[in-house]
């Protein structure tokens, strides 16, 4: 097999830096009109035919040879079993990784609170979990075990009921690295679905599969279009986009783990994104050469080949300065600081999914087992998102509770706003609460 690369080099300088930039960074959906029928077919089947829709696709799909939806439910014994059939060195590597998801996402436990306002009026926020929550986890070869504890973790820590957990099994594949982090997880139930199916039952519920109040994790083009086809009738976590890394590098760190680090997000798929910015023209040269020595060593190279020649590059940029302008511009999903003093430039960026801090933070360490969620807004999406997380799993409601007295005070004023805008029961309402002068 014959791989090469022919990056792209960019240089801030340039005049036409930031046409080329945005056409770098350009990436659409391939939800095409024929694959978002097919999805809205598949989801209409499923809400009016409920499990037998779902043995007829997974049938037809997945190519499994099942007969009802009893041979599509994995019970919790099943799961414990996988954790007796992978090597005691893949366990201890899953639950210390769970373990360290765990302790980090009890820091994001949001609690309910209240204040007492000097009239008696009480005002605050009531914290409530979700009662169930959807994991849709790939099958077969693309499997995750990590995915699996970066989802279902933050809402057992969220305090969420339940937690279904679908997973599809092509041609009867199991993963047992899958069903064993579902057990140290605490996942509740399990379904051997994929697809829009999947996505469908979760979201709707048959007469097997419980409907969830969010469906998170994720999944193919089809996947995704089923998510955006049911939010609203559930909460979803985000549709997300190819894997992406923003290395900034000084130029001081050793050019093959910059290389490896740009690799580890190509080897992904081919949409994938990975782009290194550096001030130093020689450190980019030295960089490529890396690529080129290291990609023939790689099992995936003809993906990472595909991916870096498509949609990486190497920019060259003034200064850090600008390199950390450069690096807020794009909002990458992971963005490594590979230099000698990140807390330095920390407090200049303001859009990253992840910031990995320093030469000796591989972006590898924060998929598996750093502690935060490797779950993370991609395509620019970070200047307005955040990680997967406990707060995703938790309901805010409002708590208001008015003594007479602030009940007077408060009415005063809705009145005066309420017929402003001529919603007259609204200031009625209000008005009945104020107390005469006398105090009744």
Not at 243 to 258: A, K, N, R, Y
Request: glycine residues 8%; proline residues 4%; contains cysteine.
């Amino acid at each position: 097999m014959t791989v090469s690369t022919a990056i792209a080099r960019l240089n801030a300088a340039d005049q036409d830096f930031a046409r080329h930039l945005d056409h770098l960074l350009s990436w659409e959906s391939v939800s095409d009109d024929a694959v978002n029928q097919r999805v809205l077919d598949i989801i209409k089947a499923v809400r009016e035919r409920g499990d037998a829709a779902l043995v007829e696709f997974t049938q037809r799909f997945d190519g499994v040879d099942a007969t009802s939806i009893n041979d599509l439910i994995l019970d919790r014994a099943r799961l414990e079993l996988a954790l007796t059939r992978i090597t005691p060195v893949q366990r201890e590597a899953l639950e210390k990784a769970a373990n360290r998801v765990r302790i980090y996402h009890e820091r994001q436990k949001q609690d309910s609170w209240q204040y007492t306002e000097a009239d008696g009026t009480v005002l605050g926020q009531k914290v409530t979990p979700l009662d169930r929550a959807g994991l849709y986890v790939p099958g077969g070869k693309a499997s995750y075990p990590s995915s699996v504890l970066m989802n279902a973790i933050p809402a057992k820590v969220a305090g969420v009921a339940e937690v279904v957990m679908v997973v599809p099994t092509p041609r009867g594949e199991v993963n047992e690295l899958v069903l064993a982090a579902a057990c140290i997880a605490g996942v509740d139930r399990v379904f051997t679905l994929g697809g829009a199916q999947a996505v469908a039952a979760l979201a709707y519920g048959t007469e097997s599969v419980p409907q969830v109040d969010k469906i998170v994790g994720p999944g193919n083009i089809y996947v995704a279009t089923a998510k955006r086809h049911v939010f609203g009738q559930v909460g979803i976590d985000m549709i997300a986009g190819p894997s992406e890394i923003l290395v900034v590098c000084d130029g001081q760190t050793d050019p093959d783990w910059i290389a490896m680090d740009l690799f580890s997000q190509a080897e992904h798929d081919e949409d994938a994104q990975a782009i290194l910015v550096s001030p130093d023209a020689e450190f980019l040269d030295r960089v490529a050469a890396s690529i080129d020595k290291l990609l023939p060593t790689m099992e995936r190279a003809e993906i990472i080949e595909k991916s870096i020649n498509g949609r990486g590059a190497l920019i060259q940029v003034r200064d850090m300065q600008q390199a950390i302008e450069v690096a807020n511009r794009i909002a990458p999903e992971h963005l490594e600081l590979s230099v000698a003093d990140p807390q330095a430039w920390l407090p200049q960026i303001r859009h990253a999914g992840a910031i990995f801090m320093g030469r000796h933070t591989s972006e590898a360490l924060g998929d598996y087992c750093a502690g935060p969620n490797h779950v993370l807004p991609t395509s620019g999406t970070a200047r307005f998102s955040s990680p997967l997380g406990v707060y995703d799993f938790q309901k805010r409601s409002s708590i208001i509770f008015c003594s007479e007295r602030g009940a007077s005070e408060l009415g005063h004023t809705a009145s005066v706003l309420a017929r402003g805008e001529s919603l007259t029961a609204h200031a009625r309402s209000a008005e009945y609460r104020i107390l005469n002068e006398k105090g009744n």
